[in-house]
């Protein structure tokens, strides 16, 4: 399927992210699918940065920036704003880091969902605190390098699962999904406008210095996390089961997955192997 | 229609506990968007305001939040999109805020927020203290201190009236308990009174697809700096505007307040200052020594920031002693409010003695004879260290 996109740009050009950043990429996906009648509230994050500094806006939608750990509560709070002024139409959707959601947010983003309130909330993860240089998050996978998991020797802890955690709250609609993967992530982006209530919707997102790779293998790496099984595509359905909406042919080894980043250099091949029947259980969880 | 009919056109006298005086107070401002996590002693206030929502008095979207962060933040994002938000905390629940109260002065958003005056842990406490507010006086919101429950209640409207002018949020505050549990016989304005003095809230610029805008975007140097300047720039005016504010409520609703208010001062030789319902318990002491012959008197501190130092020296310069009650202390300086006394006074030749005392922290009650015993011994007070009494 060829996705008819739409030549308006609602996150520009000349905005501060690096080469081959995946959160802006997807960002400027998200915002096509979504259109002008959306307004942001963004965190800090990357992205806070990559917005531009006052006087200069690489939005070309309302943004509000806000506080680490509030993005789910302002944006209720724009939510009912809207629903008070009687206002329709409009989309309101938080872009947060994975910092912003599995950490400093959750409490706002569990509050939010246990409400129902009416929002689109994004995690764009590249699975470290990469604003601040680097450093390891719960949603940093096992054995990954990062500032503060220098070594890289020790498998340390597994990635927090905030699919799981969202779940549990019954939201009005739940999907992870990967710019690689354009038509899945539009399509997942356009059920999630065409809803209202609690929507999450989780990203990978590739971090090129933070994941230690070359800009122009973004792409193909992200693509890596979902042949692997690393970071299957999933949409919950009707019954709020979670679903795969890509099955490779066959998967591959996450070897592949590992040895592509510098990030993972650390990891012995015993690690690997225990990282690869992990995953496998995961997937074989989706049915 | 119905809640006209219900508190009628025209103001009514009426007997109510402090908290549903304030939820009044907040009905009348007709706040689109109300967010709120309860904490004693503040818990009161939302509890009436989400009944007045329940039953339609009042037309307003209550967010049940999940904390007190959450609060603030959902008032944040509701002003940012154009409605006019309250909140209401108290003690750790204003401290948990302090991040987002920054946020909000600085992204010059206007809002309302009543604090039930309460002490902080450790140890556990949840009786009356101003720490919670005095310590953040250094965020960018003013700060309003009430005697009575009719005094908290007008100053919602004038706070509304004056946040929305001024693109700064402004905190008003009860003492918990003392304030927000006790009953009072007040004037409840009607809804078509406030209604022509409080004009709705119509922002220059909001959160709208329309007309998007960035707000609070990252600032380099230059003009954060210009930013910041301009927040104390406004804060000079503020004084200006509230007596505007002021003298229109007079005109409107009869009833005049002050950011400093003298009570028996000008011949007195020893005048008491406070802030908050203390002032409730000088003035009753303040009345016994005058019936003895004794030239006491006190100013309640209404307005605590901006600071109006101006008006008090105009007040107190020819006085003998100044002795201030602080409901709070800054641990290894002095009384909160004896410091900015002090601040106010270095530059004027002609200025009162300051005496500091600190004095019922964590509800330790103060009787007026305490304040007689004070006043009495007024010049045996060190001039120079903190006087814990109590």
Redesign the interface.
């Given at each position: 399927m060829l996705w008819n996109v739409t030549t308006t740009e609602y996150l520009t050009s000349g905005h501060m992210a690096c080469p081959g950043c995946g959160a802006s990429l997807s960002l400027r996906h998200a915002l096509k699918v979504l259109g002008?009648?959306?307004?942001v509230?963004l965190p800090a994050c990357c992205m806070?940065?990559i917005?531009?500094?006052?006087?200069?806006?690489a939005?070309?939608?309302?943004?509000?920036?806000?506080?680490f750990?509030?993005a789910?509560?302002?944006?209720?709070?724009?939510?009912?704003?809207?629903?008070?002024?009687g206002k329709k139409g409009?989309s309101v959707m938080v872009w947060a880091g994975d910092g912003g959601t599995f950490d400093i947010g959750l409490?706002?983003l569990?509050?939010a969902a246990?409400?129902h309130e009416d929002f689109i909330y994004v995690c764009y993860d590249n699975e470290a605190y990469m604003n601040t240089g680097i450093q390891r998050s719960s949603a940093t996978p096992q054995g990954a390098w990062t500032t503060t998991t220098p070594a890289g020797k020790e498998l340390q802890y597994e990635k927090k699962d905030v699919i799981a955690i969202v779940k549990a709250h019954a939201p009005a609609y739940l999907a992870t999904a990967n710019i690689a993967y354009p038509d899945d992530f539009m399509a997942k982006f356009e059920r999630a406008r065409d809803l209202s209530g609690f929507r999450f919707l989780h990203l990978l997102s590739a971090c090129p210095p933070g994941w230690k790779i070359d800009s122009s293998e973004a792409l193909h790496i992200s693509r890596l996390a979902v042949e692997t099984g690393i970071f299957p595509l999933l949409e919950q359905d009707e019954e709020k089961n979670l679903r795969l909406t890509y099955v490779p042919q066959s998967w591959l080894p996450v070897a592949a997955y590992f040895q592509a980043q510098g990030r993972f250099k650390g990891l012995a091949e015993e690690d690997i192997d225990f990282l690869q029947q992990e995953t496998e259980r995961k997937i074989a969880a989706y049915g | 229609m119905q809640a006209e009919l219900k508190h009628g056109a025209r103001e009514s006298r009426e007997m109510m506990l402090g908290s549903d005086a304030i939820a009044h107070g907040v009905r009348l401002c007709r706040p689109a968007v109300i967010s709120a996590y309860p904490i004693t002693p503040q818990t009161h206030i939302i509890e009436t305001l989400s009944e007045m929502v329940d039953t339609g008095e009042l037309q307003s979207q209550f967010i049940k939040v999940e904390s007190e962060m959450s609060a603030i933040a959902a008032c944040l994002g509701a002003v940012s999109a154009g409605s006019r938000s309250f909140t209401a905390t108290s003690s750790h629940g204003l401290a948990m805020m302090h991040e987002i109260l920054h946020w909000f002065s600085g992204a010059r958003m206007p809002l309302v927020m009543v604090n039930a005056n309460r002490a902080l842990g450790a140890p556990w406490n949840i009786w009356c203290d101003q720490s919670d507010s005095m310590s953040q006086r250094d965020v960018g919101w003013l700060q309003l201190y009430c005697e009575t429950a009719q005094e908290a209640l007008d100053s919602i409207i004038l706070a509304y009236w004056l946040s929305e002018q001024i693109m700064l949020p402004v905190m008003v505050m009860i003492d918990g308990f003392i304030l927000s549990h006790t009953m009072e016989q007040l004037l409840l304005p009607s809804q078509r009174e406030v209604d022509a003095f409080l004009p709705p809230y119509r922002p220059a610029i909001f959160l709208d697809p329309e007309n998007p805008k960035t707000f609070c975007a990252a600032a380099a140097a230059d003009n954060f700096y210009q930013l910041k300047k301009a927040i104390a720039a406004t804060m000079e005016t503020a004084e200006t505007l509230l007596a505007e504010g002021y003298a229109l409520f007079a005109g409107r609703f009869g009833r005049s307040y002050g950011h400093v208010e003298p009570y028996c001062c000008d011949d007195a030789e020893v005048v008491f200052c406070c802030a908050g319902a203390l002032s409730g318990t000088v003035r009753v002491a303040v009345d016994q020594l005058r019936q003895e012959g004794h030239r006491i008197g006190l100013v309640k501190l209404r307005l605590f920031r901006p600071f109006p130092g101006a008006a008090l020296i105009r007040l107190l310069a020819g006085t003998k002693r100044l002795v201030v009650l602080n409901r709070s202390v800054s641990f290894g300086a002095a009384g909160t409010i004896a410091q900015e006394l002090r601040a106010a006074f270095y530059r004027e030749d002609c200025r009162p003695q300051i005496h500091d005392v600190i004095i019922s922290l964590g509800g330790k009650e103060v009787f007026p004879a305490t304040i007689r015993e004070i006043a009495l011994r007024a010049a045996e007070l060190s001039p120079t260290e903190s006087i814990w009494i109590g």
């Amino acid at each position: 399927m060829l996705w008819n996109v739409t030549t308006t740009e609602y996150l520009t050009s000349g905005h501060m992210a690096c080469p081959g950043c995946g959160a802006s990429l997807s960002l400027r996906h998200a915002l096509k699918v979504l259109g002008g009648q959306t307004i942001v509230v963004l965190p800090a994050c990357c992205m806070s940065i990559i917005a531009g500094a006052f006087p200069s806006s690489a939005f070309s939608v309302p943004l509000l920036h806000v506080p680490f750990a509030t993005a789910a509560a302002c944006a209720s709070g724009v939510r009912r704003s809207l629903l008070a002024q009687g206002k329709k139409g409009v989309s309101v959707m938080v872009w947060a880091g994975d910092g912003g959601t599995f950490d400093i947010g959750l409490q706002a983003l569990s509050g939010a969902a246990e409400r129902h309130e009416d929002f689109i909330y994004v995690c764009y993860d590249n699975e470290a605190y990469m604003n601040t240089g680097i450093q390891r998050s719960s949603a940093t996978p096992q054995g990954a390098w990062t500032t503060t998991t220098p070594a890289g020797k020790e498998l340390q802890y597994e990635k927090k699962d905030v699919i799981a955690i969202v779940k549990a709250h019954a939201p009005a609609y739940l999907a992870t999904a990967n710019i690689a993967y354009p038509d899945d992530f539009m399509a997942k982006f356009e059920r999630a406008r065409d809803l209202s209530g609690f929507r999450f919707l989780h990203l990978l997102s590739a971090c090129p210095p933070g994941w230690k790779i070359d800009s122009s293998e973004a792409l193909h790496i992200s693509r890596l996390a979902v042949e692997t099984g690393i970071f299957p595509l999933l949409e919950q359905d009707e019954e709020k089961n979670l679903r795969l909406t890509y099955v490779p042919q066959s998967w591959l080894p996450v070897a592949a997955y590992f040895q592509a980043q510098g990030r993972f250099k650390g990891l012995a091949e015993e690690d690997i192997d225990f990282l690869q029947q992990e995953t496998e259980r995961k997937i074989a969880a989706y049915g | 229609m119905q809640a006209e009919l219900k508190h009628g056109a025209r103001e009514s006298r009426e007997m109510m506990l402090g908290s549903d005086a304030i939820a009044h107070g907040v009905r009348l401002c007709r706040p689109a968007v109300i967010s709120a996590y309860p904490i004693t002693p503040q818990t009161h206030i939302i509890e009436t305001l989400s009944e007045m929502v329940d039953t339609g008095e009042l037309q307003s979207q209550f967010i049940k939040v999940e904390s007190e962060m959450s609060a603030i933040a959902a008032c944040l994002g509701a002003v940012s999109a154009g409605s006019r938000s309250f909140t209401a905390t108290s003690s750790h629940g204003l401290a948990m805020m302090h991040e987002i109260l920054h946020w909000f002065s600085g992204a010059r958003m206007p809002l309302v927020m009543v604090n039930a005056n309460r002490a902080l842990g450790a140890p556990w406490n949840i009786w009356c203290d101003q720490s919670d507010s005095m310590s953040q006086r250094d965020v960018g919101w003013l700060q309003l201190y009430c005697e009575t429950a009719q005094e908290a209640l007008d100053s919602i409207i004038l706070a509304y009236w004056l946040s929305e002018q001024i693109m700064l949020p402004v905190m008003v505050m009860i003492d918990g308990f003392i304030l927000s549990h006790t009953m009072e016989q007040l004037l409840l304005p009607s809804q078509r009174e406030v209604d022509a003095f409080l004009p709705p809230y119509r922002p220059a610029i909001f959160l709208d697809p329309e007309n998007p805008k960035t707000f609070c975007a990252a600032a380099a140097a230059d003009n954060f700096y210009q930013l910041k300047k301009a927040i104390a720039a406004t804060m000079e005016t503020a004084e200006t505007l509230l007596a505007e504010g002021y003298a229109l409520f007079a005109g409107r609703f009869g009833r005049s307040y002050g950011h400093v208010e003298p009570y028996c001062c000008d011949d007195a030789e020893v005048v008491f200052c406070c802030a908050g319902a203390l002032s409730g318990t000088v003035r009753v002491a303040v009345d016994q020594l005058r019936q003895e012959g004794h030239r006491i008197g006190l100013v309640k501190l209404r307005l605590f920031r901006p600071f109006p130092g101006a008006a008090l020296i105009r007040l107190l310069a020819g006085t003998k002693r100044l002795v201030v009650l602080n409901r709070s202390v800054s641990f290894g300086a002095a009384g909160t409010i004896a410091q900015e006394l002090r601040a106010a006074f270095y530059r004027e030749d002609c200025r009162p003695q300051i005496h500091d005392v600190i004095i019922s922290l964590g509800g330790k009650e103060v009787f007026p004879a305490t304040i007689r015993e004070i006043a009495l011994r007024a010049a045996e007070l060190s001039p120079t260290e903190s006087i814990w009494i109590g």
